[in-house]
Nanobody, 117 residues
Framework: EVQLVESGGGLVQAGGSLRLSCAASGFTFDDYAIGWFRQAPGKEREGVSCSSSDNSTYYADSVKGRFTVSSDNAENTVYLQMNSLKPEDTAVYYC???????????WGQGTQVTVSS
């Protein structure tokens, strides 16, 4: 069974940090480009980052310089380190694959990130 399991969301004050985790089962992250997406209330889902198997990562302009993607291939887990969080970062965050095309076949369940002023 292919599954993505996300964790690490929560409530944090503006300027704080969170690290989200996405653990894959049924496939390895080496098979696909892995991305992070988010969806805020009343807004369309947007791409946050997309990391290829060679660890090159694209970041959305809105998070560039604040968010960093890393991975642990042995644990088949990718991380999204979120620093200097802003209230506008409040959203449900998802990991998904592949992120380098128009269609993502696999999605995590989402984890809520809430940033208070």
């Amino acid at each position: 069974e292919v599954q993505l399991v996300e964790s690490g969301g929560g409530l944090v004050q503006a300027g704080g940090s969170l690290r989200l985790s996405c653990a894959a089962s049924g496939f390895t992250f080496d098979d696909y480009a892995i991305g992070w997406f988010r969806q805020a209330p009343g807004k369309e889902r947007e791409g946050v980052s997309c990391s290829s198997s060679d660890n090159s990562t694209y970041y959305a302009d809105s998070v560039k310089g604040r968010f960093t993607v890393s991975s642990d291939n042995a644990e088949n887990t990718v991380y999204l380190q979120m620093n200097s969080l802003k209230p506008e970062d409040t959203a449900v965050y998802y990991c998904a694959a592949p992120c380098d095309g128009l269609l993502q076949y696999y999605w995590g369940q989402g984890t809520q990130v809430t940033v208070s002023s």
